[in-house]
């Protein structure tokens, strides 16, 4: 069983940045990791991707804004978010699966395991 817990959402003014941290219980370096967002009647959407070899995926929406990354030592994967928009806020989540994701199902909520409770990133204009 892996437990996760996210860490570092708040308000934040646009143009901002804020990071985000999750915290994993039991790190096996066989995981592979995202992040994930949802906003009030929205859908849930991928928003990065790390294989457990450190290959990285982005949603188109925050390409050159988020960097996602890992520290295997602390157990923790991070989420750093830069530039930030209003239509950024929304519950973030990250997520965990053993083994690495096929291309197509990287970003998406199906292609995940286990599940933190979310922090939520508010982002004004």
């Known amino acids: 069983q892996v437990r996760l817990r996210e860490f570092g959402g708040g308000p934040v003014q646009a143009g901002g940045s804020l990071r985000l941290s999750c915290a994993v219980s039991q790190y096996n370096t066989g995981l592979s990791m995202g992040w994930f967002r949802q906003a009030p009647g929205k859908e849930r959407e991928g928003v990065a991707y790390i294989s457990s070899a450190g290959l990285t995926e982005y949603a188109d929406s925050v390409k050159g804004r988020f960097t996602i990354s890992k520290d295997n030592a602390k157990n923790t994967l991070f989420l750093q978010m830069n530039s930030l928009k209003p239509e950024d806020t929304a519950m973030y989540y990250c997520?965990?699966?053993?083994?690495?994701?096929?291309?197509?199902?990287?970003?998406?909520?199906?292609?995940?395991?286990?599940w933190g409770q979310g922090t939520q990133v508010t982002v004004s204009s």
């Open positions: 997520a965990a699966r053993f083994g690495s994701a096929y291309a197509w199902s990287r970003l998406r909520s199906s292609s995940y395991n286990y």
